[in-house]
């Protein structure tokens, strides 16, 4: 079936994008292979270029990478690190995180408005992760932003889809693909982004707290590829305080 997931005029065929940074590095490739990854995030501290480890020597080849701005906590230090990402040979892809809050880790909407209209004016292509609001996905998009980067739950949480409604407004109101991102947590929550509207799932802590890490990338992959498909046929009705047979109650008995 074709149905290429387009982000800044690139094409995918996966879904499923991987938030890198709680892998060992020597996990990091099976994960991307046994999840059909084809795209990954990179914290910048990881890409220690001429250092004894380096995280893009466990890149398979062909993964796009996705610089992310993790510890900046406004739009300066976040359009800092972007640039320094691009220098260190990442590519124009970034995912932009701004956190000021220590406590919950909640993104700053208004300095990531400000970050992604600087990097996307110097041609970055920019998804911004963001509390899921409308008026801000608004920004977001008028900014130049290529995706929007809604969190399920708070990061590394597992709680699931808790944003549910707010991520589904996005995506009938939004004209980018909506990546979810942060707090999911089985590949059953992944389904149900999918299903209700979203493009892409990116996950770490699910995958990396599991107990078996390929598998559970693998069953990852099934689950988006699933609840797309699901989307795309258009879910069935739902009756309230009735039932409805699947088979005619009435004639099958006559001559």
Do not use: W
């Not at 149900?192 to 890490?213: L, R, S, Y």
């Amino acid at each position: 079936m074709n149905d290429p997931l387009i982000i800044g005029g690139h094409t995918f065929n996966s879904r499923f994008i991987l938030g890198s940074g709680k892998f060992s590095l020597e996990m990091t490739k099976a994960v991307i292979e046994n999840g059909g990854v084809e795209m990954a995030t990179l914290a910048l501290r990881r890409a220690n270029a001429g250092g004894e480890e380096n995280i893009l020597d466990y890149m398979p080849e062909g993964i796009t990478l996705l610089p992310n701005t993790s510890g900046a906590r406004d739009a300066k230090e976040a359009v800092r690190i972007a640039r320094l990402a691009r220098e260190l040979g990442c590519g124009d892809f970034v995912k932009v995180e701004v956190i000021h809050d220590s406590k919950y880790l909640l993104p700053d909407n208004r300095e990531t408005i400000k970050a992604t209209e600087i990097l996307a004016k110097e041609g970055f292509i920019v998804m911004p992760y963001m509390m899921p609001d409308l008026a801000a996905a608004r920004a977001m998009a008028d900014a130049g932003a290529a995706a929007i980067m809604p969190l399920g739950a708070p990061i590394g949480s597992n709680k699931g889809l808790l944003t549910r409604d707010f991520v589904k407004i996005l995506a009938e109101e939004i004209d980018l693909p909506i990546i979810v991102d942060a707090g999911i947590g089985r590949p059953s929550q992944a389904c149900e982004a999918m299903e209700i509207g979203a493009a892409a799932v990116m996950a770490n802590t699910a995958i990396a707290t599991a107990g078996d890490v390929a598998v559970m990338a693998r069953s990852f992959k099934l689950a988006i590829e699933a609840g797309r498909l699901a989307y795309l046929a258009g879910p069935g009705r739902v009756l309230e305080h009735k039932g409805e047979a699947s088979s005619p109650l009435t004639g099958f008995l006559q001559d």
